[in-house]
């Protein structure tokens, strides 16, 4: 039979014994919100690399035991040996909730979500910041 789950991993400061703390001596810098600005809008951008894809994975078969594919920012196809695991996906241009904010995806995924075998485990990952 085959199943479907879904795995949250919810750090929490309930759950922690440990929190993180900044050892850096400089906690904080005093700038101003028109720095800020200047530094935001003049700085250079970094010189991109070239990405390859690969549609490799479309040589798997469906009898293929054990196999990684790194579909795109955190999202990964995996497979154990009969369960298929897809990690954090990740399927849209930006890697948050609201298209226009977020980092922007420098190529599109390896493997679009038609593409996709059946999942049978969906483990997504939520990073809660706190102060």
Request: charged residues 20%.
């Amino acid at each position: 039979m085959r199943f479907f789950a879904v795995i949250f991993l919810i750090p929490s400061l309930i759950m922690a014994e440990e929190t993180f703390t900044n050892t850096n001596q400089d906690t904080s810098i005093e700038r101003s919100f028109g720095e800020f600005l200047k530094w935001r809008f003049s700085r250079k951008q970094p010189d991109r690399i070239q990405i390859e894809s690969s549609d490799e994975w479309k040589q798997l078969e469906q009898e293929t035991k054990y196999y990684a594919v790194w579909i795109g920012h955190s999202t990964y196809l995996l497979n154990n040996g009969g369960l298929t695991i897809l990690t954090d996906p990740v399927f849209s241009k930006r890697a948050s909730p609201f298209s226009i904010a977020g980092p922007r995806r420098l190529i599109s995924p390896s493997i679009s979500l038609q593409e996709l075998p059946l999942i049978e485990l969906l483990q997504l990952v939520i990073i809660i910041m706190t102060t």
